[in-house]
């Protein structure tokens, strides 16, 4: 989008996007949400097994659907400054690999949340890869990506994320990307107790490895919307 | 684009005039471009017990938007908000050819599979008002509720000195149905109540309204 041109809605958001070789991870507005739905509604998980705290596979169609649907928009609805949830759709660039799927194909969610962020600089992630695309290291480039606007786009000092303890790839992109360990929890899925890992990773760490080959579009204009455009005075955090 | 996994957001309703369009991307930007335009004279009190219309840019336009995002994210059968932006189709000068947007509707229900039971709101941009077409808006929003839905009963509500939405009110056949006290901006208001049923609405209800979207979305009412 020009400088110019006025953008065609007043959700700033929308306009960034993160860039890497392979991927482009775009925010759902209602193409993506879209998308995302039919990647979903294709597999994401082996049936026997529940990667997801809550477990919103299991619906049956077409409430899986619009649960779904209604989960990217509460996230726009919720969002303040002081506590947000950011949904991207990832999708495969042309120079994805030639095994992959065609460029433009949507094949993954990626996610980032933070509570307090403009005092704390600490996000959370989570993600997940359609079932047909993984095995080729979009699990980990879309990590690299979504680090790559926290650190660098947004200033933050600390990421952190979880998985559960029989969740092998997920950790393993983890801790291919420079986490630490960072100790283990208890959750609660379907009434059960669930093992996790948990996992982060500090500012200098993640310097020393940075790529210089992602880049953040339109986030500019949507600094106002994290609260670091100088807006947000010490009265108006908690 | 169409909506397969959320079909509420294909739902139209069309009369000769104005065209009812379920509130997604598009009709977001649109409508509030209409309200950054304005929706009341200078001076008079907002008709909103929340005055969302003295907010700044961008403040009012993302308060707008969140305002609908959660409307779509709360819906469930039993309880659910179903936001319409009002397209001017035919103006008399405009050709047809690219509808404006002057408005908003809104319909409001709570258990409707069981009481059959709506409420309504609605706004027009201050340039469109005094044409009649918030009668027209209304027309088409009873004919969703007691022709698409099979509601027996809609309400309304207006603040005392509305005189504006109340004279569309009456003249849609609702009836007086009391009266309370609401708080706007720190000030008691008198809030009139108004209520309109089924057989009242079939003894005018027209035959130019048609009604595009709804079965692919009727169980998203408890209706399929």
Redesign the interface.
Known sequence: MGATEPP????PIWDIRIRTPRLELRPV???E??DL?EVMRAGIHDPADMPFLTPFTDLPS?ER??R????F??G????TPLDWRLTFAVYLRPDAGPDVAPAGTCVANQSVMAKQFPIRRVVDTGSWVGRAYQGHGIGKEMRAAVLHFAFEGLGAQRAQTEAFVDNPASQRVTESLGYADDGGGVDVQRHHARRVHRYALECDEWARRRRDDITLVGLDGALD?FGLDGSLTPLDTP | ?T?P??PVWDLRVRTPRIELRAV??QE??DQ?EVARRGIFSPGTTSMFSEPWTDLPF?EM??T???YW??K????SVDDWNLPFAVYLLDDGTSGGSNPACVGNQITMAKDFPTTRLVSTGSWLGLEHQGRGIGKEVRAAALHLVFEGLGAVRAESEALADNIASQRVTLAMGYHHNGETIVSQRDVAQALLRFAIDRSDWESQRRDDITIEGLDGAL??FGLA
């Open positions: 065609g809605h007043h959700w507005a209602q193409q949400m879209f739905v077409p659907e619009r779904a649907y209604q989960h928009l509460s726009w609805a919720a969002w919307m | 684009m909506h996994h959320f997604t991307q977001m930007a509030a961008p336009e993302r707008m938007y969140q995002f959660r779509w994210s709360e819906w169980d998203m």
